[in-house]
């Protein structure tokens, strides 16, 4: 058994049990950049990027079939901006702690088509693109800040990148390197940050997957390859950054990918200028990391997943709750990644939300169990299961439930208003859980899926967690509805509420969904 099991554990009991150090106070002050800063290195603005087609649709990216177009600069452009590019400016009146602090430009949030856990976004982007793309074969950093990308190193070097991905990616030679900066998080979540991090790549994937789902566009990212050889490709220091992601990118008009790689490992040389004048290491997270670095390049057979048997479920408490087929969701893509944001305290639960609603939630959350990524396969079980906890929802009674996707119903397990527990079991006062016409709660097959495929299996369910949550904020948007998501909750109590000890799973998430209060306070920034 490897030390994931061991951090799993820690992370289920970190509400009763503080994780070392329990002590740490972050400074603010001296915190990091969200993002990298390469001041030497060329840079090179990117277009607008290209308004994904007419039809590209929340309900094709989601629901839709797998693409099999290709990538041109524009479109690549805008899959980046509408994903991780600064699109606006968070000034609304809300009851998050950063409140105050939100109208000074040094402490200004921007709003991004992507959540990311405490909005610190410590995901970076590298493109190493080859002969058969728009610019000079090399390795590029993509500036969120500036939507540019800054040359890191010249020359063709995608052979290092098939040669360490393998099989996935054969006869690529345009690639997105997906990398997390561990001090970008674990500066505010110390030995919890590995959790968070990696629910944030698979945010940012599910983004990538729905975008280009939408716009027909091939996805299908690497998460098990040579990461040491990667990171050495990047720069990187191994114990204070990893590449948690490849995704070949299919180019358009492109016959040409390169051969082996010929001659001394190429690496970048521009380095990162930190901001923090105090950077620190956390035991837990360096222990974590390594156990996800061995046998990264050893990728699972399909059996191996295929092999999970179906989790339990928990014993029911009365007659299954039909519930209405889920509305197409018709909004583009780009609007709905625009309109995404967290509610924080703004529920009000003055009218019950329409069952057709939730439904149309949780179908999206149920399709996006998935990432595409080479280990998974549409014939194993899934990975999660889906429990709700209804507050204020139309022709379903307040409640406990299990969602079955193939029956499109709710299963009771308990009975009677929940408000009263979701409050109790969550740490902060930045939302009135009550108030949300429902609770979901993706439960993960953790200790399974570690047993099956070892450590970095453990990225693999973040990953699909924190690609469910990005879902049901996307879909949330396209349906008009509000919604927020957090951490902060005692996973324990969930654990007994659930009857999860019957079941082998993980609750890792609470995500609410409900209608706001009426004309709450904003500023518009970009008229003033």
């Known amino acids: 058994m490897g ?11 970190r509400g009763r049990y503080p994780m070392e150090p329990a002590d740490f106070v972050p400074d603010w002050a001296d915190r990091p950049r969200k993002g990298k800063h390469f001041p030497a290195a060329e840079s090179f603005p990117l277009p607008a990027g290209a308004e994904p087609a007419a039809g590209a649709t929340v309900q094709r990216g989601l629901h839709g079939p797998r693409g ?3 990538f041109t600069l524009p479109l690549l452009a805008g899959m980046l901006y509408d994903s991780y590019g600064l699109v606006g400016r968070r000034l609304a009146v809300q009851a998050n702690s950063d409140l105050g602090t939100l109208p000074m430009y040094t402490q200004a949030n921007w709003s991004r088509g992507t959540a990311s856990g405490g909005g610190l976004y410590p995901v970076g982007v590298h493109w190493v693109s080859g002969a058969g793309g728009p610019l000079t074969p090399g390795v590029h950093y993509y ?10 190193l010249a020359g063709d070097v ?3 990148v098939r040669a360490a991905v393998g099989e996935p990616a054969r006869g690529y030679d345009q690639f997105l390197l997906l990398t997390v900066r561990f001090w970008q998080n674990a500066f505010k979540y110390n030995s919890f940050s590995y959790h968070v991090v990696t629910m944030d790549v698979g945010a940012l994937l ?5 975008w280009a789902r939408a716009c027909g566009l091939r996805f299908a990212p690497a998460l098990w390859f040579d ?5 050495g490709l990047l720069g990187l220091d191994p114990q204070e950054e990893g590449v948690f992601a490849v995704l070949p990118l299919a180019w358009q008009g492109d016959g040409s990918h390169g051969g ?4 001394p490992a190429p690496r970048v040389t521009h380095a990162d200028q930190e901001r923090s004048r105090r950077v620190f290491t956390f035991d837990t997270v360096d222990r974590m990391h390594a156990a996800t670095l061995e046998d990264a390049a050893r990728r699972p057979a399909p059996e191996a997943l295929q092999a999970l048997p179906p989790a339990p479920a928990p014993e029911p408490s009365g007659e299954p709750v039909p519930l209405p087929a889920a509305e197409p969701l018709t909004a583009e893509v780009r609007t709905a990644l625009r309109e995404r944001r967290s509610s924080f305290g703004r529920f009000q639960a003055s009218r019950p939300l329409p069952a057709a609603a939730l439904s149309t939630v949780l179908a999206a959350a149920e399709t996006a169990g998935t990432l595409d990524s080479d280990v998974e396969s549409p014939d194993a079980e899934p990975l999660t299961r889906l429990y709700v906890f209804v507050n204020h929802v139309a022709d379903v009674p307040q409640g406990v439930y299990r969602y079955d996707p193939a029956g499109g119903s709710l299963t009771g397990l308990r009975t009677g208003p929940p408000g009263d527990f979701l409050q109790r079991n969550y740490f902060l006062a930045n939302y009135n859980l009550e108030q949300a016409a429902a609770v979901i709660v993706p439960a993960a097959r953790t200790p399974q899926v570690l047993d099956a495929v070892g450590d970095r299996g453990y990225r693999l369910v973040n ?10 904020y996307t879909a949330a948007a396209a349906a008009g509805l509000s919604c927020g998501v957090a951490l902060g909750f005692d996973a324990i109590s969930f654990t007994e509420e659930l009857a999860l000890d019957e079941t082998g799973e993980i609750p890792l998430l609470i995500m609410m969904i409900g209608d706001e209060r009426p004309r709450p306070a904003d500023f518009r920034y970009e008229i003033a």
Request: hydrophobic letters at 35%.
């Open 3 to 13: 030390f994931a099991h061991e951090y799993a554990t820690a992370i289920v009991r």
């Open 68 to 70: 099999t177009g290709s």
């Open 143 to 152: 500036d969120t800040r500036h939507h540019e990308l800054r040359r890191l």
């Open 158 to 160: 995608t052979g290092e």
């Open 206 to 210: 599910q983004t990538w997957r729905i």
């Open 227 to 231: 990461e040491p050889r990667l990171g």
């Open 260 to 263: 082996p790689p010929n001659g």
């Open 463 to 472: 990953a699909v967690v924190g690609g469910m949550s990005q879902a049901v």
